[in-house]
């Protein structure tokens, strides 16, 4: 272990974009909640595995359930399946679920099991660690996607959830239909080739630190923008509503845009 330490410690100063990424990010996804189906009945159970990492890393969450991939120091990949399933008794649940099949192979992460009915359905949502230096390709139908503490080639799409984006680096593109978008930024630039997500029915919100250099842009078809960044120039009533500036020394650019909804950029707290 002591001959580690330092190379993790040396790791870390080499992405800047990630300086202030958790070491050990804990899990999250339970089976706490439960859900409220009306006549039928729910069933929720938790299932992990280990995965080698080995190349770009497909998740297919299309089987209605939402995506969060956390980075970690660790070189595996760890999965965390929630599988939810509703039936009309308890026991017809629980056997639905029996015949939900994780699939971790070849580099992708997917579900499947039997189609669903008025009499019964299910659901995977995931929450995967994977190392911070990642290439992703993340899709959802229902459900959200959250991103954190990630480097590399990322691309993603959901059509019914929002984005939460959170101390990212590399080139990172995605969009949602029906959904809100937050992005976190960290450090004092973008470290990597940029930022471009979207919604197209969903407010926007960024958030910035005091420090960062970065070519920043924003804008909403039908909706307010506002800015707590001096360099931001509001629009006019024009529409669409463009902001764009350079922050800091300029650098790569951080674009966040909506067709529908509000654009809010504001600072880091604490910043």
Known sequence: MKQILPMAILFFAAIPGLAQAPKSPKPSLTCDHKDHNGRLISHC??????????????????????????GW????????????TAAASEAEAALLASQVFLETSAGRIAARGPAA?????????????????????????NGGISLSDVQGQVEFQTVNGGIHLAR??????GETKNGGVHVELAGNRWNGQGL??????????????????ARLEAGTTNGSVQSAIPELTMPNERRPKQVGA?????????????????VHIGRSSGA
Do not use: C
């Open 45 to 70: 159970e938790m299932r992990e595995q280990t995965i080698a990492a080995a190349g770009r890393l497909t998740v297919d969450g299309r089987a209605n359930g939402g995506i969060s991939v956390k």
């Open 73 to 84: 120091t660790r070189n595996d990949i760890l999965v965390r399946a929630q599988v939810r």
């Open 117 to 141: 009915s008025d009499q019964s359905y299910w659901s995977v949502s995931y929450e995967v660690f994977v190392p911070q230096q990642s290439d992703l390709s993340l899709t959802a139908l």
């Open 168 to 173: 990212l680096a590399g080139n990172v593109k």
């Open 196 to 213: 471009d997500v979207r919604s197209i029915n969903g407010g926007v919100h960024v958030s910035v630190p005091s420090n960062y250099s």
């Open 246 to 262: 350079d922050l800091g020394g300029g650098g790569a650019t951080v674009r966040v845009t909506t067709t529908n909804g509000g």
